[in-house]
């Protein structure tokens, strides 16, 4: 029997597919429990067009991933961190941090989860960490990590009397 499956069935299919299964399984397990639906002619056309607006919905996020994947990688983001002496840092910048400063920097939120970072940043400098954007967009961001100035403290002017 020819079924349209609605939900994911490990070794079967995943939703949308169009898969041939034994006439038993499809009506004592697939339908009683809403994994799929039979493949008739107006039910196949409903698939088709689920899978058309599928793939017109994923086209336009790969393409708004491209437009930040252009705008993040003309861009420097700049962080400005405590250090200690020869210019180790007090603990590590992390990919919270990271986005933290692209979003108020650039405008541009991204998930701290989808910054790759793969090693703990604890020196002054510039690196170029990886984001991944969509499944097939990464852009490539420039961060510069900076001393904090330290403020100096005025000396008196004043002269003892």
């Not at 038993?24 to 056309?45: C, M, V």
């Not at 007090?90 to 790759?116: F, H, M, N, P």
């Not at 991944?132 to 005025?154: C, D, G, S, T, Y």
């Amino acid at each position: 029997m020819k079924v349209i499956l609605t939900k994911e069935v490990i070794g079967t299919g995943v939703p949308g597919d169009e898969v041939l299964v034994a006439d038993g399984f499809a009506r004592n397990y697939l339908f009683p429990r809403n994994l799929a639906i039979e493949a008739t002619a107006p039910n196949l056309k409903e698939n088709e067009r689920r899978k058309d607006k599928q793939v017109k919905k994923e086209s336009a996020k790969k393409q708004a991933a491209e437009d930040i994947k252009g705008k993040l990688e003309a861009q420097t983001i700049k962080i400005i961190v405590d250090v200690g002496e020869g210019g180790k840092l007090y603990g590590s910048v992390t990919s919270r941090e990271i986005a933290d400063e692209i979003l108020k920097q650039l405008s541009v939120e991204v998930d701290k989860r989808k910054i790759l970072l793969n090693r703990t940043v604890k020196e002054t400098g510039t690196i170029e960490v990886p984001i991944r954007l969509h499944a097939e967009v990464e852009a490539a961001i420039k961060v510069n990590i900076e001393a904090k100035e330290e403020v100096k403290p005025e000396e008196s002017t004043e002269k003892d009397s």
